[in-house]
C-alpha cells in the first residue's frame, strides 16, 4: 500500500513538473518572437505573423520590391554584411531573387545615397539605381 | 498487471494511413504537381483520419491535449526561428511558389542547404496551395500532422495512460521549443522512438508465432521513408537501426528486413537523392578535406575534449537514467540490444561528423549539438519507459 502511494506521489509530482514544462515552452515560443506576442490576425490572413518573424526593414524592402516589380535586385553593404538581413531578406522577397541588378535595395541613410539614383523609399529603405 | 504482448493490427492502421497519405502527397508533388482541389482533400482526409484515431477519447486525452497546445502555438505565432525560416520553411514557399518540388535544385541561396530532403516542406506547400496563398503562420503548423503518426503508435504501445503522460513529458522536456518552431529534429526523434519501439514490439510479438505482423511491418516501412526524407540525419539514422535489426531482432524474417531496407532506399534515392545527385549539389559535410580535417582532430585533445564535454553535458543525465535499467531484476544487457547499440553507434556518427566539420568546432557543436542530441535523448527515455510495458518475465520469452 505504501509502495502504491509513493508510486502516485512520484507519477504525480513527474506529471506536474510535464505541465510546469509546457508552460514553460510556450513563454519561450512566445518570447521568441520578434514582438514577443501572439499574432494579432487569423493565421491564415495574407500577412499574418510578418511582422513577429522579420524585422522591419525586411518587410520595407519587400514592399519596395513589390512596389517595384523587381524581380532581380542587388543589395548595399548594410543587407550583405550582416547574415541576418542577408537571409531574412532573400528568403522573404522570394520569387524576386538577390541577383546582379542595377537596381540596389539599401538602407536611406547607407552609402548608396551619394552615388547612385533614388527611386523609392519606405521608411528607412530605399531603392536606388546604380550604373 | 495484463500485458498485451501480441499486435494489435487494428492499432497501426491510423498512423499507417496518414503515412502513406503524408507520402503519397510527395510522390506526388515529385511528379504531377497536386491542384488546389486535391491540396484540399488531403488536408481534409489528415485531419478527418487523425480525429478518428483520437475519437478514443478518455484513452487519447494526453494526446488530444499536446496537440491542442501545438495548435495554440503553431497557429497562434509568427515563425521567427532561423533554420526553420532559412532552410525548412524557405524551401517550402519555394516549392508552393515554383510549383515544382524540386525548386531548390538551382542551388539558389545556398546557406539554405538546397541538398536537405523535403517531406515537411513538400507537406507545407500543400497546405499553402490549399489555403491559396503563403503567409508567415500557418505553414509551419503541418509539423503537428507529422508528429500524430509516431506518438499514436507509441500511445498504442505504452498500452497505459500514465506512461504515455510520461513520455509526452520526457519529449517536452528534452525537446522543448524543437517540437513547434518548426524545426526537423525532434520529429527525427520522434520517428527514431516509434521505429525502435515498434521493432522491439515487433521481435517480441514473433515469439508467439501465431501474431500477425503485416501492419506494422509496412507501418515500419512508411515510418522509415518518412524519416529519411525529413532531414539527412534520418538516412543515419535508418542505416544503422536496419542493421541493427538484421542482426539482433532475430525473430523477425531476415527476407521482411531486407524488403523495408530496399523499399525505404529506393523511394529515397527516386525521389530525393537522385535528383539532387544530377543536380550537383554537395552535402556541406562532405566538402574535400574530410579526412584530413578528422585526422587533424584526433591528434587534438582540445578538441576531442570540447566534442566530448558536449555529448556529456547533453546526454550525461539521460544515459545514467536508461543505465538504471540494467540494475532492474533479470534484465540482462540483450534485452536492450537494440536501444543501447543504436544509442552507441548514433554517439560515434556524431563523433565522427563533428570531427570532419569543415566549420569551427566551437560554433558548429554551439548551433547543433543539443539538437542533434535529440535522437538519442528521446530514444534512451522512450525505451526507458517502454521496459516498464514489457515486465521482465516477457523479456525471458526472448531468450
Known sequence: MKKKRFINFLLTVLICAGLIEYFKIGKSLVSETLTNSFVNSSPFALHAGEDSSLPAVVINAKKLINRNSLQIFSLDEKFINDPFLHQRLIEFSYPARFGNSNYFIGMSNGELKSRCDLIDTEENVSVYVCK | MFVNNSIDNEEFLPALSLNALILGCLVMWAFLPPSRLVSIFIFIALTLITLIALRKFSKQLPLILFLLFGIIFTLGLGSPNWDARSIWLFHAKRIYMGNNLYAQLDNYAPWSHNDYPVIFSALAATLAKAVGHWNEVFPKSVLLLLLVPPLLVCSALFQQKILMVLFLTVIGVICRNNLFNGHMDALVAIYTCAIILITIKINKALVDSSSEYIYP??????????????????????????????????????????????????????????????????????????????????????????????FLKYSGIYVGIFLLNFFRFGVKWTHLALPTLFVISYFGILFLIYLSTPYDLTYHLGTSVKRALLTINVVLLGTFLYSFVNPINNFKKED
Open chain 2, 217 to 310: 511491418t509496412i507501418t515500419l516501412i512508411s515510418f522509415f521513408s518518412i524519416l529519411i526524407l525529413l532531414k539527412n540525419e534520418g538516412l543515419a539514422v535508418s542505416l544503422i537501426v536496419l542493421l541493427l535489426t538484421f542482426f539482433l531482432q532475430k525473430n523477425i524474417p531476415k527476407l521482411n528486413i531486407i524488403a523495408i531496407a530496399v523499399s525505404t532506399f529506393a523511394l529515397y534515392f527516386i525521389l530525393w537523392k537522385w535528383p539532387v545527385h544530377t543536380a550537383n549539389i554537395e552535402t556541406d559535410i562532405m566538402m574535400s578535406g574530410m579526412l584530413q580535417r578528422v585526422i587533424d582532430r584526433l591528434y587534438s585533445n582540445d578538441d576531442l575534449q570540447l566534442i566530448l564535454d558536449n
